[in-house]
């Protein structure tokens, strides 16, 4: 099990950015692929992103390509989504999470952080 910690949520305009981080401890972070999923009030959590243990390989939501873009720091055992063009549908609580598989299903991942909101107004 990884501890995960998310911060760099808020309130932020349509248009706008957000840099969401999400520091880990525990098992070794650099044995570890990270995504992020997402749950907007009343609908499942969806994959938003994942990256590999070295960061070469990511994935992305379709939706989300161009827009968001996830990375990780290895020496500081944090992982990011950086969030431009954000939209109000893109409102939602934001949880990073690890697993030892590159998926973009909830259930492939360990280990879950207690989610941060980002709100985008209109």
């Known amino acids: 099990q990884v501890q995960l910690v998310e911060s760099g949520g808020g309130l932020v305009q349509a248009g706008g950015s957000l840099r969401l981080s999400c520091a880990a401890s525990?098992?070794?972070?650099?044995?570890?692929?990270m995504a992020w999923f997402r749950q907007a009030p009343g609908k499942e959590r969806e994959f938003v992103a994942a990256i590999s243990r070295g960061g070469g390989i990511t994935s992305y939501r379709d939706s989300l390509k161009g827009r968001f873009t996830i990375s990780r720091d290895n020496g500081k055992n944090t992982v990011y989504l950086q969030m431009n063009s954000l939209k109000p549908e893109d409102t939602a609580v934001y949880y990073c999470?690890?697993?030892?598989?590159?998926?973009?299903?909830?259930?492939?991942?360990?280990?879950w952080g207690q989610g941060t909101q980002v709100t985008v107004s209109s």
């Open positions: 999470t690890a697993g030892q598989s590159h998926s973009s299903v909830w259930n492939g991942y360990d280990s």
């Open positions: 525990g098992r070794t972070f650099g044995s570890t692929v």
